[in-house]
């Protein structure tokens, strides 16, 4: 039984371009959530979301940032027009309704 | 979600027991104390979590104080691969089950 799967785990990109990071919930996972933990510092929750629906996102940032989970496929976190400060590791978590959430193994974005 | 108090470090030697403690004088009646951690350079695990009742699994025990208050984490025997940063959640499985909220933990040295 996998767990939660996120790629790339590492992501290079310049000033200005797009990112866009992927998580494939575990198997029979309706509900994902993103955080991002900036470096030498703790993780700070983003967004939650189920099937094609965002159900809180008060902590994603007001520009640029956009996350959905459609119904087929992984949920895609998207930063547009990247800058040096959204250089971070993203972890995506899974859970059952109501249930424990499982991490997947993260992954660390840098800005050139 | 509740605030929780944890001291910032602890060290342990390897093969020893290791008692970890989280302090939460504001739990509520619906909140469960969760319990992750994080080795370097990898996603949140999931070690245990309880909501009254002392907890045990394979990885670790869970005591909870009779009045909620407090509760301690116990790593039985102490490996190098237990050195990480443990966080004490607390989580309100009444509400809309959404983020986790994670404060800085204790980082565990073990020594060999």
């Known amino acids: 039984n996998a767990g939660v799967m996120q790629n790339p785990r590492h992501l290079v990109r310049r000033r200005g371009q797009e990112a866009r990071l992927r998580c494939s919930p575990m198997?029979?996972?309706?509900?994902v959530y993103w955080y991002r933990q900036l470096p030498e510092e703790g993780l700070k929750f983003m967004v939650y979301l189920q099937k094609e629906n965002i159900i809180d996102e008060s902590g994603m940032p007001k520009e640029r940032f956009s996350a959905e989970f459609p119904k087929e496929g992984p949920s895609i976190l998207r930063i547009q027009q990247v800058v040096r400060g959204d250089s971070a590791a993203y972890f995506c978590?899974?859970?059952?309704?109501?249930?424990?959430?499982?991490f997947g193994p993260g992954t660390r974005l840098l800005v050139l | 979600d509740a605030k929780t108090t944890q001291p910032n470090s602890m060290e342990s030697n390897e093969e020893e027991p290791v008692h970890l403690p989280c302090n939460h004088s504001?739990?509520?009646?619906?909140?469960?104390i969760h319990w992750y951690r994080q080795l370097p350079s990898q996603g949140p695990e999931y070690v245990i979590h309880g909501l009254t009742s002392n907890v045990n699994n394979r990885m670790a025990s869970l005591a909870i104080a009779e009045d909620r208050k407090s509760s301690t984490l116990i790593l039985h025997r102490a490996t190098l691969r237990d050195a990480a940063v443990y966080y004490c959640i607390l989580r309100d499985v009444g509400g809309s089950q959404g983020n986790l909220i994670f404060g800085k933990g204790t980082k565990l040295s073990v020594k060999p």
């Open positions: 978590a899974s859970s059952r309704p109501r249930g424990t959430q499982y």
């Open positions: 504001t739990i509520s009646g619906t909140d469960y």
């Open positions: 198997k029979g996972h309706s509900h």
